[in-house]
T-cell receptor
Framework: GAVVSQHPSWVICKSGTSVKIECRSL??????MFWYRQFPKQSLMLMAT?????????EQGVEKDKFLINHASLTLSTLTVTSAHPEDSSFYIC?????????FGPGTRLTVT | QKEVEQNSGPLSVPEGAIASLNCTYS??????FFWYRQYSGKSPELIMS????GDKEDGRFTAQLNKASQYVSLLIRDSQPSDSATYLC????????????FGKGTRLHILP
């Protein structure tokens, strides 16, 4: 099946710093990628839809200036959490749309101290 | 607000029995329906997708869809301890590149 990778798998950063998370589709091209966030014992919440070569579409309540998304190629989308705070600590998961279905990356666990 | 509702559980099922997971959705425009399995600390894994009314079987898993009732279910036959996980019901309006809305998930515990 299609493979989606994320890097890093976990990251710890200090409050006020920025952190970048990469999402790559390894064996297929994805014009659309999605970014989700999952807090403990809660479901996945869609943050934004990322389209190659255009601006991301953010869900209501998600600050686009805080969560910067770039989809520069058909195999790479990045999420940058700017000026991170402890409440941004969460499990961030991307998915990429292939010809038939969406495939999820393994997730990135962000801890902001 | 388009929603997907699931019983949070936990649902406890003896090993070897049938586990039945249910889901309702509010958006009548939904066309694609998915069941994902998620182990603690891991990303969701697609188990089944279903697009038309009726049953769809894949190994020990059977997905059932009733669009008139806005109801989706997942049956797991011959439940194994490795099936213990959270099962997420998800729906989408259209195609593969449309956003997926997830339910909160049902925790399933298979009793050895």
């Amino acid at each position: 099946g299609a493979v989606v990778s994320q890097h890093p798998s976990w990251v710890i950063c200090k409050s006020g710093t920025s952190v970048k998370i990469e999402c790559r589709s390894l064996d297929f091209q994805a014009t659309t990628m999605f970014w989700y966030r999952q807090f403990p014992k809660q479901s996945l919440m869609l943050m934004a839809t990322s389209n190659e070569g255009s601006k991301a579409t953010y869900e209501q309540g998600v600050e686009k200036d805080k969560f910067l998304i770039n989809h520069a190629s058909l195999t790479l989308s990045t999420l940058t959490v700017t000026s991170a705070h402890p409440e941004d600590s969460s499990f961030y998961i991307c998915s990429a749309a292939s010809l038939y279905e969406q495939y999820f990356g393994p997730g990135t666990r962000l801890t902001v101290t | 607000q388009k929603e997907v509702e699931q019983n949070s559980g936990p649902l406890s099922v003896p090993e070897g029995a049938i586990a039945s997971l249910n889901c309702t959705y509010s958006d009548r425009g939904s066309q694609s329906f998915f069941w994902y399995r998620q182990y603690s600390g891991k990303s969701p894994e697609l188990i089944m997708s279903i697009y038309s009314n009726g049953d769809k079987e894949d190994g020990r898993f059977t997905a059932q869809l009733n669009k008139a009732s806005q109801y989706v279910s997942l049956l797991i036959r011959d439940s194994q301890p490795s099936d213990s996980a959270t099962y997420l019901c998800a729906v989408s309006r259209a195609s593969r590149d449309d956003k997926i809305i997830f339910g909160k998930g049902t925790r399933l515990h298979i009793l050895p």
